[in-house]
């Protein structure tokens, strides 16, 4: 990771480009324990164009709780880099001070505390209230919205993603592009896309028979800001058909396609772009290594990963941002173009405490109206928790060990998975389990549980591939999520090693005894990608499982031995 001091001397000998953050303003605020909203907003106007980056809101319109990672590992090149620096290294690294409400919209360590002390985060009212402060200083901003965005609630699965179509037209985005949207199913999809008010950008989103661009979702879009002819160019998520069931969007392929970004680079050069911004889904990685191979970006507003970086990643004249997910952060980047290059940049990311940033009370009565035909479904109360629920890590999170500990139990299975997705908020010892909280960590299209039987040797070859789609030290092979979450089983595995070598020591802990590869295991799950998967709904699973146990109580998980991190 590039220091702060260095980066911006590299930038300056580089090209004489001139960058700043504006964490520093409210890292020292936070310290002091002194954060009011004008604190929060403060921004020193810089250059003639200004970009408003949000991501990864997965349907949650109210304010969370939402832990960020303990486990984030790094291989290759991104070894011990950011983002993949976690807890009070992460802190050293930003001069974060302990307990102040940095280290706790930021870090993990201590979290339950420190919710307690600042309140939860995010809320679109108060995403609506930063995005028109922001618009109040700087009128023709450009808001860009990352990508998955119409998936991951209760009620985005209950009206196919209109609920949050409304909210976010309300907040007047100038462009979009695309992951778990495509879930919903690609005639739903195009349905939304033919009436959104904004463009639906994605350069590698490309008609699957005819292998050329998709007609439905422009490359680019042109926006004169400033006195500067600005692109913005889409890329959706690469790696649809892998990660997600191909059989929902079958007239649509994906891939990274960087000959094609460059291609786009080129032509909107050569129509007189001044500056090019990629609102990318890639995940940072994927993102850094594309800036290295693909000239002429200025910015690329990074998606997928959920990481939130308080300052910018420079990769040759290329800045990436992160701007977290969840509606937790919003980040300002100010850009002054001359002369058709960038020769500098300031940057915040503003954290969104919902408990110091008023919310907009036109978007707050609609998310209101949004929820109201399912209040009551929402706000019923299914059991409690005595510990900390969350999910966001490399490897099992608590409410990864409780869906997987439903799975067995309900369905009567040795062994457990459970996708290793990134969203899903958390919920505090002591808090009340609703029915929403549920379906914030299980609401998906394909989310039915399937009970089947697994031989040793499957099960270890399902956990070679995903690891090699975390742990592969090439980016562009890193087409996953995080690690499939297990239940009933422990396992070791060595990030160090080539695919087929990682995973070694499986046991199943019902019995110590190893896994046999030759021997047949009942295993459950859910979120299979192929098409007519059986079963109940997993968030039926989970929540018949919860009614029985009242209060739930989730063992810390020490079945997982990790090498080489």
Not at 263 to 283: F, I, K, P, T, Y
Not at 482 to 492: A, F, K
């Amino acid at each position: 990771m590039i220091s702060r001091r260095d980066f911006l001397q590299a930038s300056m000998a580089a090209s004489a480009m001139v960058g700043a953050s504006g964490f520093g303003n409210w890292s020292k605020l936070a310290a002091q324990q002194a954060l009011t909203q004008d604190q929060l907003l403060q921004f020193d106007t810089f250059g003639n164009v200004s970009l408003i980056h949000i991501t990864d809101i997965h349907a949650q319109l109210k304010p969370i709780y939402f832990r960020e990672p303990e486990v984030n590992i790094g291989v290759g090149a991104n070894r011990g880099v950011v983002p993949h620096i976690t807890g009070a290294e992460f802190r050293k690294l930003y001069g974060i001070e302990d307990g102040s409400p940095s280290h706790y919209a930021l870090t993990y360590n201590d979290f339950s505390a420190l919710a307690r002390t600042y309140g939860k985060m995010g809320g679109m009212d108060r995403v609506a209230t930063v995005v028109n402060a922001i618009r109040g200083d700087r009128p023709d901003a450009i808001l860009l919205d990352g990508g998955d965005t119409w998936h991951g609630s209760y009620t985005c699965y209950q009206t196919e993603g209109q609920d949050v179509v409304n909210v976010m037209n309300a907040l007047k985005p100038d462009a979009m592009t695309f992951h778990w949207e495509f879930t919903l199913g690609q005639d739903r999809v195009r349905d939304i896309v033919a009436d959104l008010p904004f463009a639906a950008l994605g350069q590698n989103i490309f008609d699957a028979m005819w292998d050329e661009p998709a007609a439905e979702f422009k490359p680019y879009q042109f926006f004169e800001r400033g006195g500067v002819k600005v692109a913005v160019i889409g890329q959706a998520f690469p790696y649809m058909p892998i990660a997600n069931p191909g059989w929902m969007f079958p007239d649509y392929s994906f891939g990274i396609r960087d000959e094609h970004m460059q291609q786009m680079v080129d032509e909107v050069r050569a129509q007189g772009a001044e500056c090019v911004v990629c609102l990318s889904h890639n995940g940072f990685d994927v993102d850094k290594k594309m800036a290295s191979v693909v000239s002429g970006i200025d910015v690329i507003l990074s998606g997928h990963t959920h990481d939130a970086l308080p300052e910018p990643v420079l990769v040759g004249d290329t800045i990436v941002v992160a701007s977290g997910s969840n509606g937790k952060f919003v980040s300002r980047v100010d850009l002054d173009i001359r002369n058709g290059r960038m020769m500098g940049f300031r940057h915040k990311l503003i954290p969104i405490f919902s408990d110091v940033i008023a919310p907009d009370p036109t978007v707050s009565g609609l998310i209101d109206d949004q929820r109201a035909p399912f209040k009551d479904q929402l706000e019923e109360v299914i059991g409690q928790t005595d510990g900390l629920l969350y999910r966001r890590g490399n490897f099992n999170g608590s409410w990864d060990d409780l869906i997987c500990d439903a799975l067995m139990s309900e369905r009567e299975a040795d062994i457990a998975m459970s996708p290793g997705v990134r969203w899903g908020p958390s919920i505090l010892p002591g808090q009340d389990i609703t029915r929403e909280d549920i379906w914030n960590v299980t609401s998906m299209t394909y989310g039915r549980a399937y009970r089947t039987e697994m031989t040793g040797e499957f099960i270890h070859t399902v956990l070679e591939d995903v690891g090699d789609n975390l742990f592969n030290p090439d980016p562009y092979y890193q087409q996953g999520g995080d690690m499939v979450r297990i239940g009933g089983m422990g396992y070791r595995i060595d990030i160090t090693k080539p695919q087929g070598s990682r995973i070694t020591d499986m046991t199943l802990l019902s019995t110590g005894e190893a896994i046999d590869p030759a021997k047949t295991y009942v295993v459950a799950g859910w979120a299979s990608v192929n098409e007519g998967t059986e079963g109940p709904q997993i968030w039926d699973v989970v929540e018949d499982h919860i009614r029985k146990q009242g209060t739930v109580t989730v063992t810390p998980n020490t079945s997982v031995k990790v090498v080489g991190a």
